[in-house]
Protein backbone atom coordinates (compact mmCIF):
# COMPACT_ATOMS: atom_id res chain seq x y z
CA UNK A 1 0.00 0.00 0.00
CA UNK A 2 1.78 3.63 -0.85
CA UNK A 3 1.63 6.34 1.30
CA UNK A 4 -0.57 8.09 -0.86
CA UNK A 5 -3.89 5.42 -0.68
CA UNK A 6 -2.79 5.69 3.25
CA UNK A 7 -3.15 9.17 3.45
CA UNK A 8 -6.57 9.14 1.52
CA UNK A 9 -7.94 6.20 3.44
CA UNK A 10 -11.45 7.74 5.91
CA UNK A 11 -10.76 7.28 9.27
CA UNK A 12 -12.58 4.76 11.32
CA UNK A 13 -16.41 4.91 11.74
CA UNK A 14 -16.89 4.06 15.90
CA UNK A 15 -19.45 6.52 16.70
CA UNK A 16 -22.11 8.65 15.45
CA UNK A 17 -24.64 11.12 16.16
CA UNK A 18 -27.70 11.16 14.35
CA UNK A 19 -29.65 14.49 14.95
CA UNK A 20 -33.13 16.24 13.24
CA UNK A 21 -36.49 17.64 14.80
CA UNK A 22 -37.94 15.93 17.43
CA UNK A 23 -40.50 18.28 19.42
CA UNK A 24 -42.43 18.97 16.58
CA UNK A 25 -42.51 15.38 15.25
CA UNK A 26 -44.15 14.20 18.84
CA UNK A 27 -47.97 13.97 18.00
CA UNK A 28 -49.62 15.98 20.96
CA UNK A 29 -52.21 13.39 21.36
CA UNK A 30 -50.06 9.82 21.78
CA UNK A 31 -47.12 11.67 23.38
CA UNK A 32 -44.89 9.64 20.15
CA UNK A 33 -43.17 10.23 16.94
CA UNK A 34 -45.43 8.54 13.63
CA UNK A 35 -44.38 5.31 12.78
CA UNK A 36 -43.15 6.70 9.31
CA UNK A 37 -40.48 9.44 11.64
CA UNK A 38 -39.57 7.13 13.14
CA UNK A 39 -38.53 5.03 10.09
CA UNK A 40 -36.69 7.83 8.84
CA UNK A 41 -34.16 7.80 12.05
CA UNK A 42 -34.17 3.75 12.78
CA UNK A 43 -33.60 3.32 9.21
CA UNK A 44 -30.63 6.08 9.33
CA UNK A 45 -29.54 4.37 12.57
CA UNK A 46 -29.46 1.16 11.52
CA UNK A 47 -27.43 2.01 8.36
CA UNK A 48 -24.10 2.95 10.55
CA UNK A 49 -25.31 0.30 13.22
CA UNK A 50 -24.90 -1.84 10.37
CA UNK A 51 -21.28 -0.22 9.42
CA UNK A 52 -19.99 -1.39 13.28
CA UNK A 53 -20.56 1.93 14.57
CA UNK A 54 -22.34 2.99 17.95
CA UNK A 55 -24.96 5.32 17.01
CA UNK A 56 -25.87 8.43 19.65
CA UNK A 57 -29.64 9.35 18.85
CA UNK A 58 -32.23 11.14 21.44
CA UNK A 59 -35.11 10.24 19.53
CA UNK A 60 -34.31 6.74 19.84
CA UNK A 61 -32.41 7.44 23.60
CA UNK A 62 -35.98 8.74 24.73
CA UNK A 63 -38.72 6.67 23.13
CA UNK A 64 -39.88 8.83 20.23
CA UNK A 65 -41.07 11.01 22.52
CA UNK A 66 -42.42 8.48 25.65
CA UNK A 67 -39.64 9.02 28.03
CA UNK A 68 -38.18 12.44 27.30
CA UNK A 69 -35.52 13.36 29.67
CA UNK A 70 -35.39 16.86 30.94
CA UNK A 71 -33.82 19.68 29.24
CA UNK A 72 -30.89 19.76 31.43
CA UNK A 73 -30.60 16.09 31.24
CA UNK A 74 -30.58 16.12 27.39
CA UNK A 75 -28.67 18.97 26.80
CA UNK A 76 -25.37 17.52 28.42
CA UNK A 77 -25.78 14.01 27.09
CA UNK A 78 -26.02 15.49 23.33
CA UNK A 79 -23.59 17.86 24.07
CA UNK A 80 -21.11 14.71 25.11
CA UNK A 81 -22.59 12.65 22.36
CA UNK A 82 -21.56 14.94 19.73
CA UNK A 83 -17.95 15.88 21.22
CA UNK A 84 -16.92 11.91 21.61
CA UNK A 85 -19.03 11.32 18.01
CA UNK A 86 -16.60 11.06 14.94
CA UNK A 87 -19.22 11.97 12.88
CA UNK A 88 -22.15 14.23 13.06
CA UNK A 89 -25.28 13.67 11.17
CA UNK A 90 -28.60 15.41 10.86
CA UNK A 91 -31.84 16.74 9.01
CA UNK A 92 -31.79 20.26 10.23
CA UNK A 93 -35.60 20.22 9.35
CA UNK A 94 -38.94 22.06 7.64
CA UNK A 95 -39.73 23.68 9.42
CA UNK A 96 -36.27 24.05 11.09
CA UNK A 97 -35.67 22.35 14.46
CA UNK A 98 -34.26 24.40 16.91
CA UNK A 99 -32.36 22.01 18.84
CA UNK A 100 -30.86 20.34 15.88
CA UNK A 101 -29.35 23.93 15.09
CA UNK A 102 -27.76 24.40 17.92
CA UNK A 103 -26.22 21.22 17.92
CA UNK A 104 -24.99 21.72 14.14
CA UNK A 105 -23.41 24.84 15.95
CA UNK A 106 -21.75 22.93 18.74
CA UNK A 107 -20.00 19.78 15.83
CA UNK A 108 -19.08 22.80 14.02
CA UNK A 109 -17.13 24.90 16.89
CA UNK A 110 -16.26 20.92 17.59
CA UNK A 111 -15.01 20.50 14.25
CA UNK A 112 -16.51 17.24 13.46
CA UNK A 113 -17.25 15.79 10.42
CA UNK A 114 -20.82 16.71 9.31
CA UNK A 115 -23.22 15.30 6.95
CA UNK A 116 -26.71 17.47 6.74
CA UNK A 117 -29.39 16.02 4.93
CA UNK A 118 -31.53 19.26 3.44
CA UNK A 119 -34.82 18.71 1.65
CA UNK A 120 -35.20 20.64 -1.88
CA UNK A 121 -37.14 23.73 -2.76
CA UNK A 122 -37.32 24.11 0.73
CA UNK A 123 -36.03 27.25 3.21
CA UNK A 124 -32.81 27.19 4.90
CA UNK A 125 -31.03 28.78 7.15
CA UNK A 126 -28.54 30.51 5.33
CA UNK A 127 -26.00 29.81 8.56
CA UNK A 128 -26.41 26.25 7.97
CA UNK A 129 -26.19 26.50 3.29
CA UNK A 130 -23.55 28.79 4.09
CA UNK A 131 -21.65 26.25 6.22
CA UNK A 132 -19.55 25.00 3.25
CA UNK A 133 -16.68 27.23 3.14
CA UNK A 134 -16.24 27.16 6.67
CA UNK A 135 -17.08 23.46 8.30
CA UNK A 136 -15.84 20.19 7.15
CA UNK A 137 -19.75 19.33 6.10
CA UNK A 138 -21.28 17.54 3.18
CA UNK A 139 -24.67 18.36 2.03
CA UNK A 140 -27.02 15.82 0.65
CA UNK A 141 -30.48 17.22 -0.79
CA UNK A 142 -33.36 15.11 -1.25
CA UNK A 143 -36.95 15.54 -2.06
CA UNK A 144 -37.37 12.04 -0.59
CA UNK A 145 -35.38 10.34 2.47
CA UNK A 146 -34.90 7.22 0.49
CA UNK A 147 -32.63 9.42 -1.98
CA UNK A 148 -30.56 9.85 0.60
CA UNK A 149 -28.85 6.44 0.60
CA UNK A 150 -27.24 6.90 -3.29
CA UNK A 151 -25.44 9.71 -1.66
CA UNK A 152 -24.63 8.62 2.29
CA UNK A 153 -21.53 6.79 2.23
CA UNK A 154 -19.64 8.81 -0.51
CA UNK A 155 -20.74 11.45 1.67
CA UNK A 156 -19.55 9.99 4.95
CA UNK A 157 -16.39 9.25 3.67
CA UNK A 158 -15.26 12.63 2.12
CA UNK A 159 -15.77 13.97 5.63
CA UNK A 160 -14.01 11.51 7.42
CA UNK A 161 -11.23 11.97 4.68
CA UNK A 162 -10.86 15.55 5.35
CA UNK A 163 -11.41 14.96 9.56
CA UNK A 164 -8.51 16.98 11.25
CA UNK A 165 -8.08 19.32 8.19
CA UNK A 166 -8.39 23.37 9.40
CA UNK A 167 -11.55 24.49 8.54
CA UNK A 168 -13.03 28.32 9.80
CA UNK A 169 -15.27 27.43 12.42
CA UNK A 170 -13.70 25.85 15.65
O1 LIG B 1 -35.99 21.43 18.89
P1 LIG B 1 -36.05 19.97 18.53
O2 LIG B 1 -36.85 19.13 19.46
O3 LIG B 1 -36.47 19.72 17.10
O4 LIG B 1 -34.52 19.48 18.67
C1 LIG B 1 -34.12 18.22 18.21
C2 LIG B 1 -32.69 17.92 18.57
O5 LIG B 1 -32.48 18.21 19.94
C3 LIG B 1 -32.38 16.46 18.34
O6 LIG B 1 -31.33 16.30 17.37
C4 LIG B 1 -32.02 15.90 19.71
O7 LIG B 1 -30.69 15.41 19.75
C5 LIG B 1 -32.17 17.06 20.69
N1 LIG B 1 -33.24 16.80 21.70
C6 LIG B 1 -33.01 15.88 22.70
O8 LIG B 1 -31.92 15.34 22.81
C7 LIG B 1 -34.45 17.43 21.65
C8 LIG B 1 -35.43 17.14 22.55
C9 LIG B 1 -36.78 17.80 22.51
O9 LIG B 1 -36.70 19.14 22.16
C10 LIG B 1 -35.17 16.16 23.54
N2 LIG B 1 -33.98 15.55 23.58
N3 LIG B 1 -36.12 15.81 24.43
Same mark, same amino acid.
Given at each position: !? %?????????????????????? =? @??? $????? !? *???????????????? =?????????????? &????? /? %?????????? @? #???? *?????????? $??????????? &? +??? @??? $? !??? !????? =????? @??????? =??????? &?????? #??? +?? /??? +???????? *????????
Amino acid at each position: !M %TSDSTATRPTALREVFVGGPFL =Q @LVD $PKTGL !M *SDSDRLKFHRLIEHFE =QRGATVYNAHRREA &WGAEF /L %TATEATKRDY @L #EISR *SDLFIAFPGV $PASAGTHVEIG &W +ASA @LRK $P !MVL !MLEKE =QKHTF @LVTGLEN =QANVEFI &WFADPA #EIY +AH /LDT +AVDRVLAR *SGERTTIG
